[in-house]
């Protein structure tokens, strides 16, 4: 019902930002927080960022406070994870994902995109 697709990934030097976004086509009334999750191979799906779908209200993992910023547009069905200060420890394939009622954890979490990857160079 819900297709999510990331974009905005790619190799950037340590400090430096990238904004992430997560389009979507279709739509599941019935899921009330977009999630933002990063991976490593061999390494469990990190919490990053959520956001309420309708009334805005954010959290973020520990990570990535103070640096990163989830924001939406609704009219344009479209979810942004703007990362400023990044180091090689943020390397990795980021997934944006919809889920039913607020959750940290990847279990809670119905629809995904495919991923866009995000390498920080020394």
């Known amino acids: 019902q819900v297709q999510l697709v990331e974009s905005g990934g790619g190799l950037v030097q340590t400090g430096g930002s990238l904004r992430l976004s997560c389009a979507a086509s279709?739509?599941?009334?019935?899921?009330?927080?977009i999630g933002w999750f990063r991976q490593t191979p061999g390494k469990e799906r990190e919490f990053v960022a959520a956001?309420?779908?309708?009334?805005?209200?954010?959290a973020y993992g520990d990570a990535v406070e103070g640096r990163f910023t989830i924001s939406k547009h609704n009219a344009k069905n479209t979810v942004h994870l703007q990362m400023t200060g990044l180091a090689p420890r943020d390397t990795a394939g980021f997934y944006c994902?919809?889920?039913?009622?607020?959750?940290?954890?990847?279990?809670?979490?119905?629809?995904w995109g495919q991923g866009t990857k995000i390498a920080v160079s020394k």
């Open positions: 994902a919809e889920a039913y009622g607020p959750r940290r954890n990847h279990r809670g979490y119905e629809w």
């Open positions: 956001i309420d779908k309708t009334g805005g209200l954010t």
């Open positions: 279709g739509r599941d009334s019935s899921t009330t927080t």
